[in-house]
């Protein structure tokens, strides 16, 4: 993974409106470092990325439902 002390994590997030109801809308969140990730709901979305800020980690994360 290699020194990721001193990197500034700033996460972005976007909507993605899905026309179909049975789709929930799409939440993705991108991080300065690099790291993605992806929720259907905003508070999965903040823990998800609050998770990211708190470990730093730079590998993606897995779409949650």
């Known amino acids: 993974m290699g020194d990721q002390q001193g990197m500034e994590h700033e996460i972005e997030m976007t909507r993605t409106h899905n026309e179909?109801?049975?789709?929930?809308?799409?939440?993705?969140l991108r991080c300065t470092c690099g790291w993605t990730a992806s929720a259907h709901d905003e508070a999965t979305?903040?823990?998800?990325?609050?998770?990211?800020?708190?470990?730093?980690?730079?590998?993606?994360?897995?779409?949650?439902?």
């Open 45 to 65: 979305a903040q823990a998800v990325a609050q998770e990211h800020l708190a470990v730093g980690e730079v590998a993606p994360a897995p779409a949650t439902p």
């Open 20 to 28: 179909r109801a049975e789709v929930p809308d799409g939440l993705h």
